[in-house]
Every structure is written in structure tokens, then in C-alpha cells.
């Protein structure tokens, strides 16, 4: 069975940072793309940034230059550091990845954290 893991939420006030972790765990034989998506209240889920294998990375517009994500091929895990965070950063946060498992890739994704940026 595998599971996303995700921690590192909370609440911050605005120009405040976190930091996300997201660990995969269980059978897996291969970690491809990896990323992280928000979705706020009355909204649609959106992409927050994404990081191949291969370590290329790409970012809402939203959130270029504030944001970085990185990832620990070695531990299936993948991070997002959050800087200079504003009001409408505040959403749940739920990071995703394509896994090889039992012979085939599919898309996991996590339970989703929250990040409140409040002041």
C-alpha cells in the first residue's frame, strides 16, 4: 500500500515562511514527477509548483520567487519552502506524485495540510 504523508502546516502571519514535507512511503519501485497543489475555499484545486525526476521545476505564476520546491529521490520525499507568504497563499495543501508500484504508475496524492497566513 502506498501513502503520501504530508506535514509541516500551520498558521503563519503574512511575509512569515514555512516549509512542507511530503514522504512516500510503501511499495515502490520508481518515483517520477513529483508536486504540490492548494485548494482554497470556493476554489478549484490548483498546481503550486511541480519537479520531475530528473530535478527541472516549474511554478504558478502566483508564486515565483517566493516558493521552492525540491525533492530526496533517496527518501521519495518532496518539499516545498514557503517565503514572504500572503493572505491568499491560505489554503489546504496536498502534494501528488507518480509512483511505479506493483508494475504500474498511477498518481497518489496526500491528505492535504493546512496553511493559514493570518495576521
Known amino acids: 500500500q502506498v501513502q503520501l504523508v504530508e506535514s509541516g502546516g500551520g498558521l503563519v502571519q503574512p511575509g512569515g515562511s514555512l516549509s512542507l514535507s511530503c514522504a512516500a512511503s510503501?511499495?515502490?519501485?520508481?518515483?517520477?514527477?513529483m508536486g504540490w497543489y492548494r485548494q482554497a475555499p470556493g476554489k478549484e484545486r490548483e498546481l503550486v509548483a511541480y519537479?520531475?525526476?530528473?530535478?527541472?521545476?516549474n511554478y504558478a505564476d502566483s508564486v515565483k520567487g517566493r516558493f521552492t520546491i525540491s525533492r530526496d529521490n533517496a527518501k521519495n520525499t518532496v518539499y516545498l519552502q514557503m517565503n514572504s507568504l500572503k493572505l491568499e497563499d491560505t489554503a489546504v495543501y496536498y502534494c501528488?506524485?507518480?509512483?511505479?508500484?506493483?508494475?504500474?504508475?498511477?498518481?497518489?496524492w496526500g491528505q492535504g495540510t493546512q496553511v493559514t497566513v493570518s495576521s
Open positions: 501528488n506524485a507518480d509512483l511505479l508500484s506493483r508494475g504500474s504508475i498511477r498518481t497518489y
Open positions: 519537479i520531475t525526476s530528473g530535478g527541472s521545476s
Open positions: 510503501g511499495n515502490i519501485f520508481s518515483t517520477y514527477g
